[in-house]
């Protein structure tokens, strides 16, 4: 499929009427969802055939472009029960009963080991894409909730897989370095400025953009270059 | 629920393996057989948590369906890659729970949506 095609398809999709501000529930937008998916099928063959799990699925934007893009499985995941209702009509209407299935979970539980791994999944995804929180919202979201699902992101592929995740571009640096004191390898894709309408009552201006970067990262750290 | 995604479940306390299931409500979805996809999903999948689904769902599976042996055979054939498609990709549960033998924490799977929150795992 074509990006635009991608693209066109995930502009139709549903999104939240009434978002929550504490979960910072915004649908990803049609255009970077499919740049993002389409860039990360062509260029490295990370979605077709291949076992996907969409962490913090909100509105189930990128795990409608995984099954379009032939994933043989997309498992999407969220703590919210409407985000999940509104993720499981996008993937209906879209056709992908098939394909997608949905688990509601928190992300940060831990259960009984404090471990970067959700206990409850086995087993490892070949791709993970995500569209974390960015915890912008201070007091409200987790500070570093971004990095906390990115974490758990690469701790949910098999060595050979890859995540491909969402981040504001301000802290490209902070999550270079982060990423290489795990032992991994990320590479800021691609900058996407994202306009926000206003969502939230508390938000003055009527439009906002914030600046993010696509990421692709690897479990492995890079060979070094000889 | 899709018998996948059962395959894929610990239990989020304890990471107790495979979570049995009791099924309130099946359905089955309708999906083409492709022996290449299901030979790719097989170094994913657990053995003991498809044959313990397959216990658990018993009366919804097809009648023609034939039975996952206990141990995995050392060659797979056609027939147990279309018992594993239709068991993993076709047969879903709508509501129902699932346990954990070892801590006895329940999850609620309502509307084909399995429950995993912490907070909301309940006890026998």
């Known amino acids: ?226 | 629920m899709k018998g996948l995604t059962h395959n894929l479940l610990a239990c989020l306390k304890c990471t107790g393996y495979p979570l049995r299931l009791v099924v309130k409500e099946a359905d089955q979805l309708e999906c083409e057989f492709e022996q290449e996809h299901i030979v790719r999903l097989m170094p994913k999948l657990d053995w003991d948590g498809l044959v313990a689904l397959s216990e658990d769902m018993k009366e919804f599976l097809d009648a023609e369906a034939p039975a996952l042996p206990k141990e995995r055979p050392a060659t797979l054939t056609t027939e147990h890659y279309k018992a594993i498609h239709h068991l993993t990709m076709e047969m879903q549960t709508v509501n129902g729970t699932l346990t954990c033998s070892k801590c006895n924490s329940k999850f609620q799977i309502r509307d084909a949506i399995p429950n995993m929150m912490l907070h909301e795992a309940g006890d026998a």
Request: charged share 30%; hydrophobic share 35%.
């Open chain 1, 1 to 226: 499929m074509k990006d635009w095609e991608v693209q066109a398809a995930l502009q139709e999709l549903e999104t939240f009427k009434k978002p929550k501000i504490e979960l910072e529930q915004y649908a990803t937008p049609a255009e970077l969802a499919g740049h993002f998916l389409c860039s990360a099928q062509r260029t490295y063959g990370d979605i077709e055939g291949k076992m996907v799990l969409d962490l913090g699925c909100g509105a189930g934007v990128l795990s409608v472009a995984a099954g379009m893009l032939g994933a043989d499985s997309v498992t999407g995941v969220d703590v919210d029960e409407e985000a999940l209702e509104i993720s499981r009509r996008n993937r209906d209407e879209s056709d992908l009963e098939d394909v997608i299935d949905f688990v509601r979970l928190n992300v940060a539980d831990r259960g009984e080991k404090d471990q970067p791994v959700l206990p409850c999944f086995r087993g490892k995804f070949d791709t993970v894409v995500c569209n974390p929180p960015f915890g912008a919202n201070r007091d409200r979201q987790q500070k570093g909730i971004d990095l906390l699902f990115l974490h758990t992101a690469l701790n949910m592929v098999h060595s050979g897989g890859a995540v491909y995740s969402l981040h504001k571009s301000s802290t490209r640096e902070h999550i270079q370095s982060t990423v290489e004191k795990w032992g991994a390898t990320g590479e800021a894709l691609g900058e996407y400025s994202w306009n926000l309408a206003k969502t939230y009552k508390h938000q003055k201006k009527a439009t906002k953009d914030i600046a993010v970067d696509m990421w692709r990262v690897t479990p492995k750290r890079a060979a070094p270059s000889r």
